[in-house]
């Protein structure tokens, strides 16, 4: 099946690139002047086109041009799926649901805005201001100091979301238009907070300065200077922990709500004990009882991540080699990342265009 993808930085490229791996063709439509915004990002953004454009194959078509726009209702007619995720009313100046629907009735048209129907739908966002405005933003950071979540999460959410409505549709046998929300993703991923307040009625605080309901849930130093998180749930978890490390059991801390009540106390006695044992050593003790936790890493330390690299995927791009995340589950091989406009001839060719008509699409700039 093949999908049509008109968007640009994340959470259009992003159902791109999960359709992709689940073995779905996806054309990677492009403006020919530049291509994907994100091409050109620097600095700590200057990854973002290698890596949500993965496996696809990209056509420089300019499509405000009537050629470029009929070129566009050729590709509609042999889609299956579209994806697009441009500012309100943009698609529909291009081309409109009617048209498409007349071109290809059993298409399925998967716009992803930052607003679902309402009050709020003509309005522009992106993911930061989304995560602000759900409450998100507050949840993850501080007290009077609202934080970004460390990854475009509510992008990439939103295109979960959309490739799963999707999915169902297909399940179905049925085709048609849907309109999945940035705002409305993110809303359903803080439903619990929203439903939290109603059954406590107060105002939370954010989770990094409100206890989580366990007692133990926290980081602590090694004797090698490193930080490791650990995560005990249950009463029986913290029996084990302390046969682990050779802590004798006391009344006072039998229970989660005892732990959780004396939290002050407990962590930095625990953290007396720890700081005498070095990361591995504690790692083998977790490990033999079966107790959660996780060690501090940055993103580019799962490079070196024997478990993580099991689940990475080699990609080249304009003769540099990466190493990158799939979509977890799928039978994934290398693919590459295309240049501007790298099978533009290819896809026109398909089209049943000749090599005259498409040598003067590119001396028109209609094509790259």
Same mark, same amino acid.
């Given at each position: 099946?093949?999908?049509?993808?008109?968007?640009?930085?994340?959470?259009?490229?992003?159902?791109?690139?999960?359709?992709?791996?689940?073995? #779905?063709?996806?054309?990677? %439509?492009?403006?020919?002047?530049?291509?994907?915004?994100?091409?050109?990002?620097?600095?700590?953004?200057?990854?973002?086109?290698?890596?949500?454009?993965?496996?696809?194959?990209?056509?420089?078509?300019?499509?405000?041009?009537?050629?470029?726009?009929? %070129?566009?209702?050729?590709?509609?007619?042999?889609?299956?799926?579209?994806?697009?995720?441009?500012?309100?009313?943009?698609?529909?100046?291009?081309?409109?649901?009617?048209?498409?629907?007349?071109? =290809?009735?059993?298409?399925?048209?998967?716009?992803?805005?930052?607003?679902?129907?309402?009050?709020?739908?003509?309005?522009?966002?992106?993911?930061?201001?989304?995560?602000?405005?759900?409450?998100?933003?507050?949840?993850?950071?501080?007290?009077?100091?609202?934080?970004?979540?460390?990854?475009?999460?509510?992008?990439?959410?939103?295109?979960?979301?959309?490739?799963?409505?999707?999915?169902?549709?297909?399940?179905?046998?049925?085709?048609?238009?849907?309109?999945?929300?940035?705002?409305?993703?993110?809303?359903?991923?803080?439903?619990?907070?929203?439903?939290?307040?109603?059954?406590?009625?107060?105002?939370?605080?954010?989770?990094?300065?409100?206890?989580?309901?366990?007692?133990?849930?926290?980081? #602590?130093?090694?004797?090698?200077?490193?930080?490791?998180?650990?995560?005990?749930?249950?009463?029986?978890?913290?029996?084990?922990?302390?046969?682990?490390?050779?802590?004798?059991?006391?009344?006072?801390?039998?229970? =989660?709500?005892?732990?959780?009540?004396?939290?002050?106390?407990?962590?930095?006695?625990?953290?007396?004990?720890?700081?005498?044992?070095?990361?591995?050593?504690?790692?083998?003790?977790?490990?033999?009882? @079966?107790?959660?936790?996780?060690?501090?890493?940055?993103?580019?330390?799962?490079?070196?991540?024997?478990?993580?690299?099991?689940?990475?995927? @080699?990609?080249?791009?304009?003769?540099?080699?990466?190493?990158?995340?799939?979509?977890?589950?799928?039978? @994934?091989?290398?693919?590459?990342?295309?240049?501007?406009?790298?099978?533009?001839?290819? %896809?026109?060719?398909?089209?049943?265009?000749?090599?005259?008509?498409?040598?003067?699409?590119?001396?028109?700039?209609?094509?790259?």
């Amino acid at each position: 099946m093949t999908v049509l993808e008109i968007g640009q930085v994340v959470a259009g490229p992003t159902a791109g690139l999960i359709f992709s791996d689940l073995g #779905f063709r996806v054309i990677k %439509i492009e403006n020919p002047n530049g291509g994907d915004i994100s091409r050109k990002l620097t600095g700590s953004s200057s990854g973002t086109f290698e890596y949500y454009n993965r496996g696809k194959e990209s056509i420089a078509l300019d499509f405000r041009t009537d050629t470029g726009k009929k %070129i566009l209702e050729g590709l509609i007619k042999n889609a299956d799926i579209i994806v697009e995720n441009l500012g309100p009313g943009s698609m529909d100046k291009i081309i409109n649901q009617d048209r498409i629907k007349q071109l =290809n009735p059993k298409i399925i048209y998967l716009s992803i805005k930052g607003y679902m129907c309402g009050p709020y739908e003509n309005r522009k966002s992106l993911d930061f201001p989304i995560e602000i405005e759900s409450g998100i933003a507050y949840m993850t950071g501080l007290k009077n100091k609202p934080m970004r979540i460390g990854s475009s999460a509510i992008d990439m959410a939103t295109a979960m979301m959309g490739v799963m409505l999707v999915l169902d549709k297909l399940r179905r046998h049925e085709s048609g238009f849907i309109k999945i929300g940035l705002f409305e993703t993110a809303m359903f991923l803080v439903g619990q907070h929203i439903v939290t307040y109603q059954k406590e009625k107060r105002d939370l605080m954010p989770l990094n300065e409100e206890n989580f309901a366990w007692g133990i849930y926290d980081f #602590f130093m090694s004797s090698d200077n490193k930080k490791i998180f650990i995560a005990i749930s249950t009463d029986t978890q913290w029996g084990d922990f302390c046969r682990a490390f050779n802590i004798p059991p006391r009344d006072e801390y039998k229970s =989660n709500i005892q732990r959780y009540n004396q939290r002050d106390k407990l962590i930095p006695e625990i953290q007396k004990i720890l700081i005498s044992y070095n990361l591995n050593d504690i790692i083998l003790r977790l490990n033999k009882f @079966n107790i959660s936790y996780g060690i501090l890493n940055r993103p580019w330390d799962l490079l070196k991540n024997e478990h993580a690299l099991m689940h990475m995927v @080699n990609a080249e791009y304009n003769g540099t080699d990466f190493i990158m995340p799939y979509v977890p589950g799928t039978r @994934n091989n290398k693919k590459n990342i295309e240049n501007l406009g790298c099978s533009s001839l290819k %896809i026109l060719r398909e089209l049943g265009y000749t090599a005259e008509e498409i040598k003067n699409f590119i001396d028109s700039g209609v094509i790259k």
